[in-house]
Nanobody, 126 residues
């Protein structure tokens, strides 16, 4: 069983920056083998893929809407994955979720992630 807890969400002005954190339970070895991802869900909208990372190969992939603005990273010693968000826009307003997958490859669909956090609210005002 893997437990994920997000933190760092808050109200921020458009153009500002924010870093989200996701703390995961489990051994370091197990965490190293998980593909980690970030998703978001705005009010009245379906869950949307944001970014994913595979530690063993340093592979990353981003949704077109956040390329050049968001960066996913992780600290395996702390069992934590981060999402650095820069140049935030009001359309980035959503509840952000981290997720973990046992897939051997980067995945962008939510149904391939077995574990999910409770989410953290990010609100970007103009």
């Amino acid at each position: 069983q893997v437990q994920l807890v997000e933190s760092g969400g808050r109200l921020v002005q458009a153009g500002g920056s924010l870093r989200l954190s996701c703390a995961a339970s489990g051994s370091g070895v197990a965490f190293n083998n998980y593909v980690m991802g970030w998703f978001r869900q705005a009010p009245g909208k379906e869950r949307e893929f944001v970014a994913t990372n595979r530690w063993s190969t340093r592979d990353t992939y981003y949704a077109d809407s956040v390329k050049g603005r968001f960066t996913i990273s992780r600290d395996n010693a702390k069992n934590t994955v981060y999402l650095q968000m820069n140049s935030l826009k009001p359309v980035d307003t959503a509840v952000y979720y981290c997720a973990a997958s046992s897939s051997l490859y980067l995945v962008t669909t939510g149904d391939r992630y077995e574990y999910w956090g409770q989410g953290t609210q990010v609100t970007v005002s103009s």
